[in-house]
């Protein structure tokens, strides 16, 4: 999976649990939780649905490294290698 | 012998929160009815061909679409549910209506407070300070202490009757104690109530209902109405699953009940659960309610009812408490289902009347078998029905008069109007919800962290804590998180 992928991946995520948010304009280098409407029920969300499409395990730690959409993409790079996109 | 992953008792709101979060995530996941209609405590029935709602009047917890960080945009987010597709419609106003005062308020605080300003000027700033307090608590801070709601309220409004006024409309929504409430509760109620308010879907609490069980089924998750459970199975202080009223035994990893603190100790044994949590047996909740449905010929505005919701006390200090009458008909919430601002004419046209009601003395009353008679005399000789009433039905009959007898000085006078009664007592409520005593907002003592005392089985719904509709469908939601998602995701790489 390209990095822009990984974005489409979580952007795609995102879209599922709050269809009524827009997620057109994210700057990825800000914080998700700055932009949208995330509590951490929410990427509570985002973590089972990144194991349940890609089989991509995110300990309680790592959360932090969720924060945006560029630190999703330096977190997910190697563990989404070779996974496809699913939409 | 089916081994699951989650069993839920109870279909109503709360369990099938938590069902749709765990089917979600494709948890082998069984929701157990006893009933044939899904709901609880929040569900519906035809009475010669209405339709009407039990419990709701409202949806608390109005949020416009997109509003960030009210519960039911947390709620729509947790179960996948566009804004939209709750159809949801505004109240015009609503009030609370005393001796000698009336508060009018809407989904706009700005309304209270003007009027709140106008009423009682010297209690202005006092109710400022309030509000205040309310904005800065966080109710979701399930560790705070538990305050007194009370002492908090009297310490910035020094007039008692603005104090009850205020109470009034939030402990008739969801209090399960007499005369006080918990301050994270009264949070929760003022806020849910005064600032963001009150809508309803057009079609009431089906719709809701109806968009539930769908997005259940959908997930995956499977639904077993009339099916009962006799009592939850516990080994070495563990739950291992549930035995059902045909003797059918299911196992499970986890139960969440949704029966009621009192109730589900009951299904555990109660001693051995109460004496395993180092705690005495949850008392009863006190508080029940009877009921009046009134069919109009025509509109309630039409006959000079403007209001959605009245809350109302025709004594100055309001007493919330259980009655050693039948019911308290001096107080009272009057809802006009049709005075929200809905885009189709409503099916009815309605005026609905809740009483504090005392459930032992309905419970005493002897009722002969077969179907109710209308609780008005005259209903008798359209309907051909001269059976002698029982006890039971000649009570409904005396205080159905009263509780409309008695709204009337807030109300016009809608009684000629009528041409279709139906009415509930807290014995219905008991019959359909499982709960002890009629209580329907169960035990004053709540579990907020869902822990029972038994580990794997888990209190959601009322007895949780969070209160109304929406905040029903959120405890079910967050204890699922807590107690199988979030606990999944902790172990998945060791197991």
Same mark, same amino acid.
């Given at each position: 999976?390209?990095?822009?992928?990984?974005?489409?991946?979580?952007?795609?995520?995102?879209?599922?649990?709050?269809?009524?948010?827009?997620?057109?304009?994210?700057?990825?280098?800000?914080?998700?939780?700055?932009?949208?409407?995330?509590?951490?029920?929410?990427?509570?969300?985002?973590?089972?649905?990144?194991?349940?499409?890609?089989?991509?395990?995110?300990?309680?730690?790592?959360?932090?490294?969720?924060?945006?959409?560029?630190?999703?993409?330096?977190?997910?790079?190697?563990?989404?290698?070779?996974?496809?996109?699913?939409? | 012998?089916?081994?699951?992953?989650?069993?839920?008792?109870?279909?109503?709101?709360?369990?099938?929160?938590?069902?749709?979060?765990?089917?979600?995530?494709?948890?082998?996941?069984?929701?157990?009815?006893?009933?044939?209609?899904?709901?609880?405590?929040?569900?519906?029935?035809?009475? !010669?061909?209405?339709?009407?709602?039990?419990?709701?009047?409202?949806?608390?917890?109005?949020?416009?679409?997109?509003? !960030?960080?009210?519960?039911?945009?947390?709620?729509?987010?947790?179960?996948?549910?566009?804004?939209?597709?709750?159809?949801?419609?505004?109240?015009?106003?609503?009030?609370?209506?005393?001796?000698?005062?009336?508060?009018?308020?809407?989904?706009?605080?700005?309304?209270?407070?003007?009027?709140?300003?106008?009423?009682?000027?010297?209690?202005?700033?006092?109710?400022?300070?309030?509000?205040?307090?309310?904005?800065?608590?966080?109710?979701?801070?399930?560790?705070?202490?538990?305050?007194?709601?009370?002492?908090?309220?009297?310490?910035?409004?020094?007039?008692?009757?603005?104090?009850?006024?205020?109470?009034?409309?939030?402990?008739?929504?969801?209090?399960?104690?007499?005369?006080?409430?918990?301050?994270?509760?009264?949070?929760?109620?003022?806020?849910?109530?005064?600032?963001?308010?009150?809508?309803?879907?057009?079609?009431?609490?089906?719709?809701?209902? !109806?968009?539930?069980?769908?997005?259940?089924?959908?997930?995956?998750?499977?639904?077993?109405?009339?099916?009962?459970?006799?009592?939850?199975?516990?080994?070495?202080?563990?739950?291992?699953?549930?035995?059902?009223?045909?003797?059918?035994?299911?196992?499970?990893?986890?139960?969440?009940?949704?029966?009621?603190?009192?109730?589900?100790?009951?299904?555990?044994?109660?001693?051995?659960?109460?004496?395993?949590?180092?705690?005495?047996?949850?008392?009863?909740?006190?508080?029940?309610?009877?009921?009046?449905?009134?069919?109009?010929?025509?509109?309630?505005?039409?006959?000079?009812?403007?209001?959605?919701?009245?809350?109302?006390?025709?004594?100055?200090?309001?007493?919330?408490? !259980?009655?050693?009458?039948?019911?308290?008909?001096?107080?009272?919430?009057?809802?006009?289902?049709?005075?929200?601002?809905?885009?189709?004419?409503?099916?009815?046209?309605?005026?609905?009347?809740?009483?504090?009601?005392?459930?032992?003395?309905?419970?005493?009353?002897?009722?002969?078998?077969?179907?109710?008679?209308?609780?008005?005399?005259?209903?008798?000789?359209?309907?051909?029905?001269?059976?002698?009433?029982?006890?039971?039905?000649?009570?409904?009959?005396?205080?159905?008069?009263?509780?409309?007898?008695?709204?009337?000085?807030?109300?016009?006078?809608?009684?000629?109007?009528?041409?279709?009664?139906?009415?509930?007592?807290?014995?219905?409520?008991?019959?359909?919800?499982?709960?002890?005593?009629?209580?329907?907002?169960?035990?004053?003592?709540?579990?907020?962290?869902?822990?029972?005392?038994?580990?794997?089985?888990?209190?959601?719904?009322?007895?949780?804590?969070?209160?109304?509709?929406?905040?029903?469908?959120?405890?079910?939601?967050?204890?699922?998180?807590?107690?199988?998602?979030?606990?999944?995701?902790?172990?998945?790489?060791?197991?």
């Amino acid at each position: 999976m390209t990095d822009e992928q990984i974005k489409q991946a979580i952007i795609g995520i995102i879209n599922d649990i709050n269809p009524d948010e827009d997620t057109s304009n994210i700057n990825p280098g800000e914080r998700l939780r700055d932009q949208l409407d995330l509590d951490s029920m929410d990427f509570l969300d985002i973590v089972m649905e990144l194991r349940k499409r890609y089989g991509v395990h995110v300990p309680d730690t790592d959360y932090e490294h969720l924060a945006s959409l560029d630190s999703c993409v330096g977190y997910l790079r190697d563990k989404m290698a070779g996974k496809e996109l699913v939409s | 012998m089916s081994h699951y992953d989650a069993i839920i008792i109870g279909a109503g709101m709360s369990g099938l929160g938590a069902g749709i979060r765990l089917a979600m995530f494709d948890k082998r996941v069984v929701v157990l009815e006893r009933h044939y209609v899904w709901g609880g405590l929040n569900s519906f029935y035809q009475y !010669k061909g209405h339709q009407f709602d039990v419990g709701l009047h409202a949806m608390t917890n109005y949020a416009e679409r997109g509003a !960030k960080g009210l519960p039911l945009t947390r709620l729509l987010k947790q179960l996948r549910i566009r804004w939209d597709e709750l159809d949801l419609h505004q109240q015009g106003h609503s009030a609370v209506s005393f001796p000698g005062a009336k508060l009018k308020f809407s989904n706009d605080f700005e309304l209270l407070r003007s009027e709140v300003a106008t009423a009682f000027p010297d209690q202005i700033d006092g109710f400022d300070a309030l509000t205040t307090a309310v904005r800065e608590f966080n109710e979701l801070d399930l560790t705070a202490p538990t305050l007194n709601a009370r002492e908090i309220v009297e310490s910035h409004i020094s007039n008692p009757m603005l104090v009850d006024m205020i109470f009034c409309p939030l402990m008739f929504y969801g209090s399960a104690r007499e005369n006080d409430m918990d301050w994270d509760q009264f949070v929760v109620m003022f806020k849910s109530i005064f600032f963001e308010g009150f809508a309803r879907p057009q079609a009431g609490v089906r719709h809701i209902l !109806k968009l539930l069980i769908d997005r259940y089924r959908k997930a995956g998750g499977e639904l077993r109405m009339k099916t009962g459970v006799q009592r939850v199975l516990h080994e070495n202080g563990r739950a291992i699953g549930v035995e059902l009223d045909n003797g059918e035994t299911l196992t499970a990893d986890t139960v969440l009940s949704s029966a009621g603190l009192v109730e589900t100790e009951k299904l555990c044994g109660a001693a051995s659960l109460a004496a395993r949590a180092g705690q005495r047996p949850a008392p009863q909740g006190k508080l029940s309610f009877t009921e009046t449905i009134n069919v109009l010929d025509k509109p309630a505005r039409e006959i000079g009812i403007d209001e959605t919701i009245i809350f109302f006390s025709n004594t100055e200090r309001f007493n919330y408490a !259980k009655p050693d009458a039948l019911c308290d008909t001096s107080s009272g919430v009057i809802c006009m289902p049709g005075n929200f601002d809905l885009p189709e004419p409503p099916n009815d046209h309605l005026v609905r009347i809740t009483n504090i009601a005392n459930f032992d003395r309905w419970n005493e009353l002897k009722r002969n078998s077969g179907a109710d008679i209308p609780v008005r005399a005259e209903a008798d000789a359209r309907t051909g029905m001269s059976a002698p009433p029982d006890a039971y039905n000649t009570a409904k009959r005396e205080w159905y008069t009263r509780s409309c007898d008695h709204v009337l000085g807030h109300i016009p006078d809608f009684r000629p109007h009528t041409k279709l009664v139906d009415m509930f007592t807290p014995r219905t409520i008991r019959h359909y919800t499982g709960h002890e005593g009629g209580a329907v907002y169960g035990s004053p003592t709540k579990r907020r962290t869902g822990a029972s005392g038994i580990e794997g089985l888990y209190i959601i719904g009322t007895d949780q804590g969070f209160l109304g509709i929406i905040g029903a469908m959120l405890s079910g939601i967050s204890m699922a998180n807590r107690w199988v998602l979030q606990r999944d995701n902790a172990t998945v790489e060791t197991t």
